[in-house]
């Protein structure tokens, strides 16, 4: 089975198994406004369960922590965030629910995420959307697709005509930087929007929904498969200062076009 379709097999059971436990979920808080439920661990064990079968010697990291689950298929390959990701030759990042707040909340907008890394660089990638039935996915120098269809970014190069998403930490404090940079934005693009699934967010870019996306509190589990989708249908993402895209820090300007990157990244580092 080729990578990128073993990748597109897991995340969809898996969202198809979150859609189904949806109205009998029993969320809890992780941290103040950090929730967790009983969802997104089943999906993170599914996708252990399929891709471990087919690759028993790749590594995993994934959102929720699975130690207590003895007997999970794959446990033993599991990594933690301390690892040095560029150190292992392929690892697959799992994001079981993108969007759990929402998911909570029965507003229809989370995905689930998966990428599987090179030394450190996402070489594969897909994303579900359950609700939308839905399916980026991307391999590295093969182009983006949406259920095997090719997309592309909008082309949009204008900030003014632009349509803006941005994801803020779950306790955001008044006054904090992220609410600045919001303030910023506000003023200079057509719309901004905050949707609640980083993953999501990175394949609105990719297919031309969105024309840009920043975020600097998400994590690498978030992120890892969206960026190589971003990067496949032509679209510019870098580091926050504008260097080169750190994955594991998860600090990142994504945009349509290097145009429009420029301009974003010009209001963006104002604060």
Known sequence: ??????ATAAAREAGQLLAKM??????????????????????QKRILEIISENRPDDFFLGEEDLTSEVDLPGLDQTVDSTVDLADLEYCWVIDP??????????????????????????IVAAVYDPVLNDCYSATRGEGARVNGLPMQHSGVDELQRSLIAASFSAGVERGSPEVD????????????????????NLCYVA??????????SVKIWDIAAGVLIVR?????????????????????IAAATEKLHKQMFDVLNRV
């Open 22 to 43: 949806q109205d009998s979920i029993n969320p809890r808080e992780k941290a103040p406004k950090d929730l967790v439920t009983e969802a997104d661990v089943a999906s």
């Open 181 to 200: 940079r919001w303030v910023e934005m506000l003023y200079e693009c057509q719309a901004l929007r905050r949707l609640g699934s980083a993953a999501l």
């Open 207 to 216: 297919q031309g929904g969105l024309d840009g996306y920043w975020a600097t």
């Open 97 to 122: 629910l993108d969007g759990t707040a929402n998911y909570v909340h029965k507003l229809q907008t989370y995905s689930v995420s998966i990428a599987l890394l090179n030394y450190g660089e996402p």
């Open 1 to 6: 089975m080729k990578l990128e379709d073993l």
């Open 232 to 252: 496949e249908a032509g679209g510019t993402i870098t580091s926050i200062d504008g260097g080169p895209l750190k994955i594991d820090e998860a600090k990142f």
